[in-house]
């Protein structure tokens, strides 16, 4: 299997007023291609700060990251937006859906921006939202849709550019456990169909025991 | 276009925030349409009034401007037809009229006042003055043939008061001849008007250039008043008829129209205020509400910061909303400054009178093209001002800040 991330030393601090917390303490860590990664620990420990790291939502203070053969401290903010929009999508907790899109217009917006034409738009948004079985609701805004309905969704809009990461923080944490089983399951085998990388910060064990590697964190550390 | 429509339903998406804004915009636009239109109306009249008092361009012997006579007339034209002839030969010229500026006392045989008096060519004078000279009672000098007539004045309307005269009533007027001797002429009164000046309504009066000439025992006159078909010609013709009369010296309309530009000083002081003020209003109406707008969706732009758009292209949505939001209010306050235009048509609203002036005058608002695109244009570049000032902001907040946002 080959390397996709490459982190080395990582260290975040956060300075609250005049005191510091380390958020993240020489994290090192190497993720496969394709691989299925839960990031574990309790409140606090570091698990959304690593993942803004990985999703390249925040930077780091200390050490080195590689997607791939990238060296991210390389990168202005600029090509750090470009990176986003071409390698990682996510997928949040509360869902993130842009209200007044439909369910095809939120899907269809990472596509948007990476400038493909309408017709090829249409066509790879319409076949995720088959793919997760939402193609009647194209039309429908997401307020219209239950939640397990809308994390659909998300998953959908995270994975249609066919990104080689996705980033996911506790994305059945709003959900009963039977729509969490069915979003768990449908992001393993859009995962697998597309070789794409997970990346999931969770609390739920039954995602934990679904995937490849459990990483546990505590206080800013793997152990 | 994609962009375009998700602005739509984003405006669409909070819309008391937006219709108050609407409404602010259309307003702000009315008012500046409604004030601007007035005030080209007032600059139009004005500049219409300057240049048939006085002419578009004013000819004259070359010391007449620049040198006190010592005998009237010292510094008239004495070949005048021949020069009237000769220049209305020019296509943009509509005619060109001679006049004849004297003074002297008018006097009813108890009562005797100064005047200040012109002698015209009844024909051509009062068809120009047209609306700006005010007949109250009584006719306009006509053109006499019968030697024996009594010649015919024309009063102002206190110069008449204070005399006491009526239309019929015989008066004496009273003045030096160009070779210094004193001369009278017993005047008909023909007519009473008023020019909207209380100070020129006390001392002047118009006479038939033939009457002022016999009185003067002269054949000159003091000016030519050259008139044009087109006002914005004059600036051409004065240069050209310079050129080709070089003994002569021209004056363009508004080297004489001191009141004009008193006036438009002052109004421009006013609109430029009120306009000031207006685009202020608008502008911080606008950027309240997107304020609010882009507060309200910082946790929808750290999503779409995320997902890889562009800090500026976040800006750009929200100038396109306030693109929209103005756009519409704009073409509504256009609306309502055409409708009020074409209403005060029919109510016949008289206004004031302006500084220095005793008659009211009614209400116009000009619908001008370049007016409406120019205030369409400026409110554009208020709201897409406000939606940068409110959203470059927030577009360049900390993703996880964004995302944090409750």
Not at chain 1, 134 to 145: A, S, W, Y
Not at chain 2, 8 to 32: D, I
Not at chain 2, 40 to 48: A, G, K, V
């Amino acid at each position: 299997m080959s390397i996709l991330l490459t982190l080395v030393d990582i260290s975040k601090t956060y300075h609250l007023g005049h005191n510091q917390v380390m958020a993240l303490k020489n994290v090192n860590l190497v993720v496969n291609k394709g691989e299925f990664t839960a990031l574990q620990g309790p409140s606090g420990s570091g698990k959304s700060t690593l993942l803004n790291l990985c999703g390249l939502l925040d930077r780091f203070d200390e050490g080195r990251y590689l997607i791939g053969d990238c060296d991210i401290s390389t990168l202005n903010k600029h090509q750090l937006t470009l990176m986003r929009r071409e390698q990682i999508g996510f997928v949040f907790q509360g869902f993130n859906l842009i209200p007044v899109m439909t369910v095809f217009e939120n899907v269809e917006y990472p596509l948007l921006l990476a400038g493909l034409a309408s017709r090829l738009r249409r066509e790879q948004t319409l076949a995720i939202l088959e793919h997760v079985g939402l193609i009647e609701f194209v039309k429908h805004l997401p307020d219209q849709l239950s939640g397990g309905q809308r994390q659909r969704v998300a998953i959908a809009r995270a994975l249609v550019k066919k990104p080689p990461l996705v980033i996911a923080d506790e994305p059945t944490a709003n959900l009963d456990t039977k729509t969490a089983h069915h979003v768990i399951e449908l992001m393993q085998t859009l995962g697998r169909d597309s070789g794409t990388t997970f990346l999931i910060a969770t609390h739920d064990e039954r995602m934990a025991g679904r995937c490849d590697r459990v990483l546990q964190l505590m206080d800013g550390a793997l152990l | 276009m994609k962009w375009l429509w998700f602005a739509y339903k984003n405006v669409l998406r909070n819309r008391r925030h937006s219709l108050m804004t609407l409404l602010v915009t259309a307003v702000g636009t009315a008012s500046v349409l409604i004030a601007g239109g007035f005030g080209l109306y007032t600059y139009e009249s004005l500049q219409e009034m300057s240049a048939r008092e006085s002419g578009h361009v004013v000819m004259a012997h070359s010391d007449f401007f620049n040198q006190e006579e010592e005998t009237p007339l010292e510094y008239g034209l004495a070949d005048h037809e021949t020069l009237k002839q000769s220049i209305e030969q020019e296509q943009q010229i509509r005619m060109v009229l001679p006049r004849l500026q004297f003074s002297g006392l008018i006097s009813n045989g108890d009562k005797s006042l100064i005047f200040s008096g012109t002698g015209v060519d009844p024909d051509g004078e009062f068809y120009v003055k047209g609306p700006f000279l005010k007949m109250l009672s009584g006719k306009i000098l006509t053109t006499q043939t019968t030697i024996e007539a009594e010649p015919q004045v024309m009063l102002a309307k206190n110069l008449a008061k204070q005399l006491n005269a009526e239309i019929g009533s015989s008066l004496t007027l009273l003045t030096t001849t160009t070779d210094g001797v004193l001369n009278a002429l017993d005047v008909q009164v023909q007519g009473i008007f008023s020019v909207g000046v209380p100070e020129l309504d006390k001392r002047l009066l118009f006479v038939a250039l033939s009457t002022a000439q016999e009185l003067l025992v002269t054949e000159k006159v003091s000016t030519l008043s050259v008139y044009l078909y087109e006002t914005d010609q004059t600036a051409f013709m004065e240069k050209k008829l310079t050129q080709d009369y070089p003994d002569l010296v021209t004056q363009p309309w508004w080297e004489q129209a001191f009141y004009y530009f008193k006036v438009r000083a002052l109004y421009d002081r006013i609109f430029g205020v009120l306009g000031v003020m207006i685009i202020l209003i608008v502008f911080f109406s606008v950027t309240n509400t997107l304020s609010m707008t882009v507060m309200e969706r910082t946790r929808e732009t750290g999503t779409l910061l995320a997902m890889g758009t562009l800090p500026r292209q976040i800006v750009r949505n929200f100038i396109l909303e306030a693109v929209l939001i103005g756009l519409a209010g704009a073409l509504v306050g256009m609306l309502i400054a055409a409708a009020s235009s074409i209403s005060v048509i029919f109510l016949d609203i008289q206004m004031p009178p302006p500084p220095g002036r005793s008659e009211n005058y009614p209400l116009y608002i000009y619908m001008s093209s370049w007016l409406y695109g120019l205030t369409m244009l400026a409110v554009m570049g208020i709201c897409i001002g406000a939606a940068w000032f409110t959203s470059h902001k927030a577009a360049n907040k900390p993703i996880v800040e964004a995302l944090a946002h409750v």
